[in-house]
């Protein structure tokens, strides 16, 4: 881990603290924090790392003051989850050029990943997205990733990697995305016939309105993916000043709901949150609703210690249902009321109630639908 150092700046406290007086049981007083030496991440289950890199769509700051906002307010609350240790490594050093940023981000991340740590980053713009993605493509490793954003950023005639890093993410070869979904997007911001791309590489998009009406059904959605990159330009303005991309969007429950299903995911572990602009943000409250956040995304992954595995019968409810004259199994998890239903492969994927009562009435889920694509 020392060598790591060359690529991490770490964290001046009293430049963080200003006026509070952390108390125990605090944040601040709880995480493992690199102020003068790397700390011991054999204690640790959870990471925390900064990067402030925004020249991805346009702004040259060289300061690292999102990441260390964010940090102001989630230090000051309180831990619950006594069962998960985390370090904050400080913030990645900016490079000469932005590939030079990725590159760094992508050395620690990789890292801590072979280090079976769950990490999550604060950005920075939404393009550093594809420096999370590049680690996983370096450890040679074929992903499920999500993305929870108002825009489809694959323009590629725009000069700004923000607005296109995902035409490298999910065109580039070789490609280690076995599937990619994206939540929150806005129809007005989207062309038609991009959705229409995107169904027929069999991805799945969902609009906000969707999202908004039943988000219990973005939990499945979630559940196998790898990794997680928020922009917070799906929340709605109201809950998020910072974000000013439109009025309308996800709100700040929503947002936190969508973090805790991140967390709760037992294939996850890098969670980004980017897009915070310190000088758009009002009060700090974008910083406030980040922090929270990563509470609710840190109580998601304490909440999955609870989750048995498919194969310990004994902790699920199993039902039987007929799907073109072929007996199906749902399983129903007795401890979080989860829900997974078996292929014709046999293997089990994740599904939601609805999707079960679906069945029961002898129609077919449009996930299991969507998920035989897939595999034929």
């Not at 050395?107 to 950005?123: A, D, F, P, R, Y």
């Not at 999370?132 to 954003?149: G, H, M, V």
């Not at 009025?247 to 429950?253: C, K, R, T, W």
């Not at 048995?308 to 004994?314: F, I, K, R």
């Amino acid at each position: 881990m020392q060598d790591l150092k060359d690529f991490l700046l770490p964290i001046n406290m009293q430049e963080l603290i200003e006026d509070n007086v952390y108390t125990e049981g605090q944040f601040a007083k709880q995480l493992f924090i690199y102020e003068n030496n790397i700390p011991d991440l054999d204690k640790t289950e959870l990471v925390i790392i900064g990067i402030g890199e925004t020249r991805g769509v346009g702004i040259i700051d060289d300061s690292y003051e999102a990441p260390n906002n964010i940090r102001k307010e989630l230090y000051k609350l309180f831990c619950w989850h006594e069962d998960i240790k985390i370090a904050d490594l400080g913030n990645i050093r900016h490079g000469a050029t932005l590939k030079d940023s990725y590159a760094a981000l992508q050395t620690v991340l990789s890292e801590l990943l072979m280090m079976q740590k769950t990490v999550i980053i604060l950005g920075g713009s939404h393009d550093i997205t594809l420096a999370q993605y590049n680690t996983y493509k370096s450890l040679n490793q074929i992903i499920e990733a999500t993305c929870i954003d108002a825009l489809i950023d694959l323009r590629g005639d725009s000069i700004f990697k923000n607005e296109s890093f995902l035409l490298d993410m999910l065109t580039t070869e070789p490609n280690m995305i076995r599937h990619y979904n994206h939540i929150g997007f806005q129809s007005y911001f989207v062309h038609p016939r991009l959705l229409e791309t995107m169904d027929k590489l069999r991805f799945d998009c969902y609009r906000v309105g969707v999202v908004k009406e039943d988000i219990e059904e973005m939990e499945p959605v979630i559940r196998n993916s790898h990794f997680v990159s928020f922009d917070i330009c799906a929340i709605e303005n109201s809950a998020a000043p910072s974000s000013i991309q439109s009025p309308n969007g996800l709100n700040g429950e929503q947002a936190c709901t969508l973090s805790q299903y991140a967390g709760l995911s037992a294939n996850l572990n890098s969670f980004g949150i980017y897009g915070y602009q310190p000088k758009l943000d009002q009060n700090k409250q974008t910083a406030k609703q980040i922090s929270q956040m990563i509470w609710y995304f840190i109580d998601g992954v304490s909440r999955k210690k609870q989750e048995a595995n498919l194969n310990e019968t004994s902790r699920f409810n199993e039902y039987h249902t007929f799907l073109n004259e072929v007996d199906t199994i749902f399983l129903q998890s007795k401890k979080t009321n989860r829900w997974w239903m078996q292929m014709p492969d046999k293997k089990f994927i994740a599904c939601s109630y609805k999707d079960y009562v679906r069945a029961s009435r002898n129609e077919m889920p449009e996930r299991w639908l969507r998920a035989q694509e897939r595999i034929s």
